[in-house]
């Protein structure tokens, strides 16, 4: 089974040997039988934002009493109705809470579904607010909802994003959380903030990207000849670059001058 975006064609694969699967009437979630289990995503937007997240925020249940061939027919609030190969309708539950999640979050009252994920005190619903609350921008609440589920590193990073001084590279730094590279550095370019568009690129080693970006712009291309001199030093490794020997050749390095311009874009 995959899924994709309407718009913007993005095929991903997040089940095999799936016998049916049904949407939620009311809200986003997703149900399907498979390999004798029904599984259920509360919230399957979480692949655009964090595939880790989608793995968590679900559920799994045995499914094997339903036998062969089974075919989901509804899928309505937290009972899930299928029919067996004999015609018979059999009903399975998916847990409850995600459902008034859905409905919390709909009214954007992050306070409340704060505090229903902190009653259940389940992860994969903490799971479904994290990655809820990162679509929407709500750093705050995913801040809470991260470290309920111990990711100490994607903590970190959503209080950079936190610190960072203008919306453009707070929006940048998300969409680059989401894995959306060509995005960051578009919501960067557009808000005319070359530096960290270059930076960024150079901190993923897309050493040409960030070469094409300072030359663009007439801005920084030697700070990307001398932090990608000091890689091949550290790495103990020679150029083999054509255009960035070419460079090399033509312009001087001077560190001082390239963090006195780093600090004036910083500002």
């Not at 663009?216 to 960035?244: G, P, S």
């Amino acid at each position: 089974m995959f899924l994709t975006m309407v718009h913007k064609p993005d095929v991903i694969k997040i089940a095999t040997m799936v016998d049916s699967f049904q949407w939620n009437d009311n809200n986003d979630m997703l149900t399907c039988l498979s390999d004798g289990k029904l599984i259920t995503w509360f919230y399957p937007n979480a692949i655009y934002v964090d595939k880790d997240l989608m793995d968590k925020a679900r559920s799994t249940k045995d499914a094997t009493d339903v036998g062969k061939l089974p075919q989901i027919i509804h899928f309505t609030g937290s009972i899930v109705s299928i029919r067996q190969l004999d015609g018979a309708i059999a009903c399975l539950s998916v847990p409850p809470f995600a459902k008034i999640l859905y409905e919390h979050i709909d009214k954007a009252d992050f306070d409340k579904s704060i505090k229903l994920c902190r009653f259940v005190n389940d992860k994969p619903l903490w799971a479904c607010l994290a990655a809820m609350s990162i679509y929407c921008r709500e750093l705050d609440t995913a801040e809470i909802a991260l470290a309920s589920i111990d990711e100490v590193d994607k903590v970190q990073f959503i209080n950079y994003i936190k610190e960072l001084p203008s919306e453009a590279s707070r929006n940048s730094a998300l969409a680059l959380y989401c894995k959306k590279i060509n995005e960051a550095e578009q919501i960067l370019v557009q808000a005319k903030l070359y530096y960290r568009a270059i930076k960024m690129n150079i901190k993923l080693f897309r050493w040409d990207r960030a070469l094409d970006l300072a030359i663009k712009h007439k801005t920084h291309v030697d700070t990307v000849l001398a932090f990608r001199q000091k890689y091949l030093e550290d790495c103990r490794k020679e150029e083999t670059n054509d255009r960035f020997k070419e460079y090399m050749n033509e312009i001087q390095i001077d560190w001082e001058t390239i963090n006195a311009k780093i600090q004036a874009d910083k500002a």
